[in-house]
């Protein structure tokens, strides 16, 4: 079982390894299956992901309810075209990509959940971006997907990655520090430093609400997506950087779970609060749903 | 809690938008599909709570059209359900509804017509995560997961039944992952439920449903 940070840190010290690799182990032991397969089946996970990221940019459509499409289009244009950007090309790339999952998502296309289909943009966005600056193959990748998966393990153990239970921190948030853990082991940082960079994210998103307009992921679910891949980079870099968190990533984990726990209901996916709420969201809801 | 798979976290492959609403949903008709062991003629999808609320947002009733025509939750065409439902000939309505109190606020109830004219019910609800549970057959309440496979039987409620029929799991070496027995009245009918480890063949099966007090044998894969 693992339960965590600390034991996932100390997996990967027991093997020499990183953690994605220590995790394929774990995956194959588990499972009763070889290695290779088990590398083989999350390739086959990372290849969707690639598609969704392809359809979101190259096709963009409206969404089921309506709300949103085409903004990752749009956000892919203007990062092309400006050689200036405010916060950079890569992180207005990996955004682009996380926002383009969510908007395939939003459409009844095919995603992977990551943890969740509302979050389901974040770690192929920080992913797909880091693969193309640093030239990595699809097994470094999957690899990768392996560390997110054993961070995205502690935290739906210690707290939770389900909106309903614990609001946006919960489903963004974690995505977000799966994609920075990860992130971090693809650039070479420690297994400690994919640790820091998890708490680094956990505490900026502490407290986020889960307040979909209409009840749909669509509003402000896409652009949630675009906070947690913007701020996985950052955490990420500040964890390669060798900053540390104050507080260490178990108890940060354990304090997310019980803000998820304290949160009112009205905040917890249950489209009663937010921006579900304001004139806007009650209008479009309305709109929708003719209530 | 069991241990988690790296691919409960990464994963499952669907077609968006919502686990519980989609996903869950093309499960939920999926099951229902089991159970009618064919394209039903005609069915009648009762919608409940969460789902009678927002269906048409997440497509809900794609996903349960979808599930019921066979397709798995990563199904592209789950957005076209409707027109391949016309296409296979099924008649679908889709009615949003208050089942009353006690059922979970994602609950889809599926009324089905078959071609020799027998209506099947299924009720069941999306517990979140894309996990289901079917918490009523032909109005016998239940409690199937459909993470196992699962055997469904109906017999007369008298002694030694559930020996006859565990004995013969237990001659192909079938072990149980987990059983429930219902009944509604001493002496009728009851419903059993037997989740396994291993997949049951048709000739176990078969000698199930030879045993004098058994009704009604039905297997569903995990869906």
Redesign the interface.
């Known amino acids: 079982?693992?339960g965590s940070v600390e034991t996932l840190i100390q997996l990967a010290h027991d093997n020499n390894s990183s953690i994605g690799r220590a995790?394929i182990k774990?995956?194959a032991n588990?499972?009763q299956i070889s290695e290779a397969d088990?590398l083989a089946?999350?390739k086959?996970?990372w290849h969707?992901m690639k598609e969704s990221i392809q359809t979101g940019i190259q096709e963009p459509k409206k969404?089921?309810?309506g709300l949103i499409g085409g903004e990752a289009r749009k956000l892919h244009d203007y990062c092309a075209a400006q050689p200036n950007l405010l916060s950079g090309a890569n992180i207005v790339g990996a955004v682009s990509y996380a926002m383009a999952v969510a908007e395939?998502?939003?459409?009844?296309?095919?995603?992977?959940?990551?943890?969740?289909?509302?979050s389901?943009g974040i770690?192929p966005g920080v992913l797909k971006k880091i693969q193309e600056l640093d030239d990595l193959t699809d097994e470094q990748i999957a690899e990768a997907?392996?560390t997110?998966?054993?961070f995205?393990?502690v935290i739906?153990?210690k707290a939770s990655?389900?909106g309903?239970v614990g609001g946006c921190q919960a489903e963004c948030g974690a995505a977000s520090a799966?994609a920075a853990a990860a992130a971090v082991e693809l650039r070479g940082g420690t297994p400690e430093q994919a640790g820091e960079a998890c708490a680094m994210v956990i505490k900026n998103v502490m407290g986020l609400v889960c307040d979909p307009v209409?009840?749909?992921?669509?509003v402000p679910c896409a652009k949630r997506n675009a906070l947690g891949a913007s701020l996985a980079m950052v955490m990420a870099d500040m964890a390669l950087a060798d900053v540390k968190s104050v507080i260490p990533v178990d108890e940060v984990i354990t304090a997310m779970g019980a803000v998820g726990r304290s949160l009112p209901e009205t905040l917890r996916e249950t489209a009663r609060g937010g921006l579900a709420v304001t004139p806007t969201g009650l209008a479009l809801n309305k709109k929708?749903?003719g209530e | 809690?069991s241990?988690?798979?790296?691919?409960?976290?990464?994963?499952?492959?669907?077609?968006?938008?919502?686990?519980s609403h989609?996903?869950g949903a093309v499960r939920l008709g999926r099951f229902a599909r089991a159970i009618a062991k064919e394209l039903p003629q005609k069915v009648e999808i009762l919608l409940h709570g969460?789902f009678a609320?927002?269906y048409?947002?997440?497509?809900t009733d794609?996903a349960l059209l979808g599930g019921l025509l066979g397709m798995d939750t990563?199904d592209?065409r789950?957005?076209d359900s409707f027109r391949h439902a016309e296409e296979a000939g099924l008649i679908y309505t889709f009615t949003a509804t208050d089942l009353g109190e006690g059922y979970h606020a994602n609950t889809a109830k599926f009324v089905m017509t078959l071609s020799d004219g027998t209506v099947k019910e299924v009720v069941g609800c999306s517990i979140?995560?894309?996990k289901v549970l079917i918490t009523e057959l032909d109005g016998f309440p239940v409690e199937i997961s459909g993470a196992y496979p699962t055997i469904i039987d109906t017999h007369m409620d008298q002694p030694g039944v559930i020996h006859m029929i565990t004995g013969v799991l237990v001659d192909y070496g079938i072990n149980i992952a987990g059983m429930k027995v219902f009944r509604q009245e001493k002496n009728t009918v009851a419903y059993m439920i037997i989740e396994t480890d291993q997949c049951v063949p048709s000739y176990a099966l078969e000698e199930i449903r030879a045993l004098q007090p058994v009704l009604d044998v039905k297997f569903v894969k995990p869906f």
Do not use: W
Request: net charge positive; charged share 10%; glycine share 14%.
């Open positions: 079982m693992i995790m774990y995956e588990l499972k088990v089946q999350m086959h996970n969707v969404s089921k309810g395939v998502n939003a459409t009844m296309g095919r995603i992977v959940a990551c943890p969740t289909a509302g389901c770690v997907l392996m997110c998966a054993g995205g393990m739906a153990h990655v389900s309903a799966m209409a009840g749909l992921v669509e929708i749903f | 809690m241990e988690y798979s790296c691919f409960d976290i990464i994963g499952p492959v669907m077609v968006g938008p919502s686990s989609t996903a969460s609320k927002t048409k947002g997440h497509g794609l990563d592209v789950i957005r979140g995560g894309g």
